[in-house]
């Protein structure tokens, strides 16, 4: 156990010796660049190996004073000729093709097509199933046989569309509604308090 420890120790001080060197040598080369270092100058000079003043780029940010000699006091910039191309090339948007897609050629495919034409055929079927019924309500004779017609027929066949809950709620909304003078009556006869 003691020589696993002693293992672990000496190889967390050599990994520590390498990450100082290595940031001696990142420190070294930022100076040697003309950047400042992470650790600060001072740090960095006790260990700075290149004396030579060249390799500094701090030394460049001013002009020497030779570069007087060589400035011509009567140099004057002329301005630039520009270019006229021999062919001009003329720019007509309205020639250009244009791009966007067209649907004339389109064709929707047949499975969609059979399906929309399904969707169709059962909102006609429904429309006139309740057209029927309507029909054969009013033609009863008298109020009671046309509730038990209504009544038998919601019990024993396929109406209303009691399946799913989306056509009980649109059978609720549109089928069994009152006339609005027969919704005002009930309003009326609801809202008068007997007790």
Sequence with gaps: MS?????FHQGSIERKSMIEDKRKLLGNKRQSMGMKTVLGTDVI??????DDPRTSFTKMRKRHKKDEDYISP?????????????????????????????????????QIRCL????????????????EIMLLIDNQPTAESAWQFVRTMAYTTLWPP???????????????KLSPAEQRRYDRIMSINFT
């Design 3 to 7: 020589d696993v420890s002693h293992n």
């Design 74 to 110: 009567n140099f004057k910039d002329d301005s630039q000729l520009e270019y006229t191309p021999i062919y001009q090339i003329t720019f007509d948007d309205d020639r250009d093709p244009v791009l966007e897609p067209t649907f004339s050629k389109h064709r929707i495919p047949l």
């Design 162 to 176: 009691l399946h799913t809950r989306k056509e009980l709620k649109m059978f609720e909304k549109g089928f069994c």
């Design 45 to 50: 000079n006790a260990y700075s190996t290149s």
């Design 116 to 131: 929309e034409r399904y969707h169709i055929s059962k909102k006609e079927y429904a429309q006139q199933f309740k057209r």
